[in-house]
């Protein structure tokens, strides 16, 4: 019964395969996040990091809070649903510090052609015009108040912004 | 203990790392959002859309998108009388600064604003050998910057051309409906910045979203049902010659 008699060199092989083995659990545990699996094949935390970019865009909410003059005058116009920064552009540095961060100035002639410049591929409800035709290049919040465009008598009055 | 050499060989990796773990911090957490409680998609209702281009300028002011690079885009259809196989479409870069004037010669002109699906069986993120694209578990597609080892794999495997590789880091990148806005509780920037409500954000699990009556109520299609993507980008009024 000499079968086992040069065993040594199958103990010696298996010794090899467990220390390679452990070797390589102990690596990947080390090089795979701990969050990775967590919901799915990826990494958990990567959700986070997604979340974590800051906000540029304050949202109208944030606006309310404080300009609630410009929201009453909003609400009885035609332009009650447009938000805040849709012509006022991103704001959320002066959401967050309104005293030293102004927004800066609007340029109606620019602003509102971005809408309003008659093309056929719009809406035919959505209020047009040719700019050239209609202002002869004047500014539109010469006629126009933008929280609430529609001309009224009491709009001559000079009330612009 | 006298600090020789070869302590400090095995000192200065160590004291590395930790420094490393140090600087990372951890991401500012939401703490009253719950994943589980939310399904997001979109609705993009066609006749409000007037392609003013506020979309896609705010998205790239919000995401810092480099120029000439689209996380959201807008197109315009033109569409003869007889022949809706072969629309001609343009998108001057990415309509940005709006669209010139459209040639008066009969058929019908419209805008068609495009962007991730967000698909709930996406194609992009089964074919990530890495694990840097998923669906986030509130039906969100990320990509994990730090993961992502740019091999575009994603990009071809997109059906809707919603992806493209960052130049600045090198990786794939896409809309993200605005994650870090959704999770705090605002709307996406595209919204915000729609002057008419054409892109409304929806929440699919919330009872108490419009998305519910206005899916009731109204003929809402999807780009490219046939892909079976399952994609939550709805569109109201979607005109058949749109690809």
Redesign the interface.
């Known amino acids: 019964m000499n079968t086992f008699k040069d065993a040594g060199h199958i103990f010696r092989v298996a010794i090899v395969f467990l220390v390679g083995g452990l070797a390589f659990l102990g690596v990947r545990a080390s090089l795979v996040p701990k969050s ?1 699996g967590q ?5 958990a ?13 304050a ?3 944030a606006c309310e809070e404080c300009h609630v003059d410009v929201l009453e005058t909003k609400k009885s116009g035609r332009h009650a ?3 805040c ?3 006022h552009g ?1 704001l959320a540095n002066h959401a967050a510090d309104p005293g030293s961060v102004q927004p800066p100035p609007l340029d109606t002639a620019v602003l509102c052609i ?2 309003h ?7 035919k409800s ?1 209020p047009q015009v040719a700019s050239g035709d209609h202002s002869t290049g004047l500014p539109c919040d010469t006629c126009h108040r933008p929280h609430s465009p529609a001309i009224t008598d009491g709009d001559k009055t000079g009330e612009t912004k | 203990m006298n600090i020789t050499r070869r302590h400090m060989m095995l000192l200065l990796p160590a004291a590395a790392i930790a420094w490393k773990h140090v600087l990372a911090g951890t991401p500012d957490a939401s703490p009253n959002y719950r994943m589980t409680e939310h399904w997001w998609g979109m609705l993009i209702d066609l006749p409000k859309c007037i392609g003013c281009g506020n979309c896609v300028r705010a998205c790239q002011t919000e995401n810092d998108v480099p120029d000439g690079y689209f996380r959201t885009w807008v197109e315009r259809y033109h569409v003869t009388d007889y022949d809706i196989e072969n629309p001609r479409v343009d998108s001057p870069d990415g309509g940005k600064k709006g669209f010139p004037p459209s040639k008066e010669e009969g058929g019908k002109n419209f805008f068609v604003p495009k962007m991730c699906n967000h698909c709930a069986d996406s194609p992009c993120t089964q074919v990530c050998p890495v694990g840097a694209t998923f669906i986030s578990p509130d039906g969100v597609v990320l990509v994990d910057k730090k993961y992502c080892l740019g091999c575009r794999y994603c990009v071809q495997a997109c059906p809707y051309g919603c992806r493209f590789i960052n130049p600045k880091t090198q990786t794939a990148d896409k809309c993200s409906l605005c994650y870090h806005r959704i999770t705090k509780g605002l709307t996406t920037a595209c919204c915000e910045a729609c002057p008419t409500g054409a892109r409304q954000l929806a929440d699919l699990k919330n009872p108490n979203d419009p998305i519910h009556e206005f899916l009731k109520s109204h003929s809402v299609q999807v780009l490219k049902p046939n892909m079976a993507t399952h994609a939550k980008l709805f569109y109201n009024g979607l005109d058949g010659s749109v690809r």
Do not use: M, T, W
């Open positions: 990775f919901y799915g094949h990826y990494r935390d990567a959700l986070a990091d997604v979340a974590a970019r800051p906000v540029i865009f949202g109208h909410q649903h447009v938000n920064e849709a012509c991103p971005r809408c410049e008659a093309n056929l591929a719009k809406p959505f």
